[in-house]
């Protein structure tokens, strides 16, 4: 952004710096072992939401996990901090709650995703479960306005078509873009398609910019 500031008012480049109470997020570069961590507890998920096992192994899958649990403990770290979130070369940036896709195009004119539902993601009859949906639409329309250029903004509304049933483990595709640009106001929409171009779901939403360090 270039706007300049006249007669001693904010500039869009400082109100940029501002983004609200947020943290200044920079990436991360873990090592080598970050990725397959995440991976492996995303299949950990995957199995959570899907095994039928017996008690005696449930006992033994239980005191590795509170191994793990307390193997980590002591690493933990606050937002802005955390690695996870901050790996742009991950799917889902490396962070466990957000859909493990990775971004193909990240720019004014628009961002786009590409990923998969998994197990985890299921909701009923194979189909990923309507709840997950948001959190797809919601986090590339976070992505496209800081890919506009605009500071950290909240989701005011969230509306979701859903046009067809959304497949598990088939490549696809999300679009979003910045359609126009009020003041604070970024209305913004988005596409969900396979790869063939079926249309999945679409969606639209209002970010509105945070004033200087509002939550
Ligand atoms: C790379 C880093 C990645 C990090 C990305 C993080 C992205 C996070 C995105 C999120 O998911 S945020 C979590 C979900 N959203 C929230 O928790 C937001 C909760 N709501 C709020 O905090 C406030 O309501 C909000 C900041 C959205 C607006 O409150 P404000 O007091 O700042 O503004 P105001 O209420 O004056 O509204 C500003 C403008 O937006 C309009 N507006 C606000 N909410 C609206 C609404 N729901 N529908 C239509 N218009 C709305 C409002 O009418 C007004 O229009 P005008 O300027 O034209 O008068």
């Known amino acids: 952004m270039s706007e300049q500031a006249t007669n001693g008012q904010t500039s869009v480049d400082e109100e940029y710096?501002?983004?609200?109470?947020?943290p200044k997020f920079t990436a991360a570069t873990p090592g080598p072992n970050f990725g397959p961590f995440i991976e492996a507890m995303?299949?950990?998920?995957d199995l959570a939401v899907s095994i039928d096992a017996p008690d005696d192994v449930l006992a033994e899958a239980r005191a590795q996990a509170e191994a793990l649990a307390a193997l980590l403990a002591p690493y933990e770290a606050k937002e802005g901090e955390a690695t996870g979130g901050r790996v742009i070369g991950l799917p889902g940036r490396g962070s466990l709650l957000m859909l493990p896709w990775m971004i193909e195009k990240f720019d004014a004119e628009g961002v786009r995703s590409r990923g998969v539902f998994r197990r985890y993601h299921l909701g009923g009859n194979a189909a990923a479960h309507g709840g997950v949906l948001p959190l797809l639409f919601d986090d590339i329309f976070g992505m496209t306005v800081h890919a506009a250029g605009r500071p950290i903004s909240r989701t005011a509304y969230l509306h979701i078509n859903y046009r067809k049933?959304?497949?598990l483990n088939v490549p696809l595709v999300i679009e979003g873009r910045v359609d126009r640009v009020e003041g604070r106001k970024a209305f913004v929409s988005a596409r969900l398609t396979d790869e063939a171009?079926?249309?999945?779901a679409d969606s639209d939403a209002l970010m509105v910019q945070l004033l200087p360090g509002q939550q």
Not at 17 to 22: R, S
Request: hydrophobic residues 30%; without cysteine; proline residues 6%.
């Open 197 to 200: 171009g079926t249309l999945l």
């Open 165 to 167: 049933v959304t497949p």
């Open 17 to 22: 710096e501002h983004h609200g109470g947020f």
């Open 42 to 45: 995303r299949t950990l998920q």
